[in-house]
């Protein structure tokens, strides 16, 4: 179901527990991207449309980020919090 869509449609959020996060996995799905939306989140269940990882000023940030996009075959990244631009 998931990989249905065409690959350059599968987009990985970052931020999904900020207004901004939220924001823009709606949009992206509302146009028919395929979204899978991660945050730091420990309430929120892993499942097939999200993914916890580390705080973007954690080390293991950048793998998180990679384990989620190799594993679900995404093929573009939306980081939507300041600090997690660096990294």
């Known amino acids: 179901r998931f990989r249905d869509a065409p ?3 599968r987009v990985l959020v970052t931020g999904v527990g900020s207004r ?4 823009a996995l709606g949009a992206l799905r509302c146009r028919g991207y395929e ?3 991660c945050d730091t989140d420990p309430l929120e269940p892993d499942g097939p ?7 973007g000023d954690e080390p293991d ?8 996009a190799e594993d679900r ?3 573009w990244l939306l980081p939507t919090l300041p600090g997690e631009l660096p990294a």
């Open 20 to 23: 901004g996060g939220r924001a």
């Open 73 to 75: 075959e995404l093929t």
């Open 35 to 37: 979204v899978v939306g």
């Open 61 to 68: 940030f950048v793998p998180a980020l990679t384990r989620v």
């Open 49 to 55: 449309w999200f993914a916890r990882v580390p705080r």
């Open 7 to 9: 690959p350059a449609r």
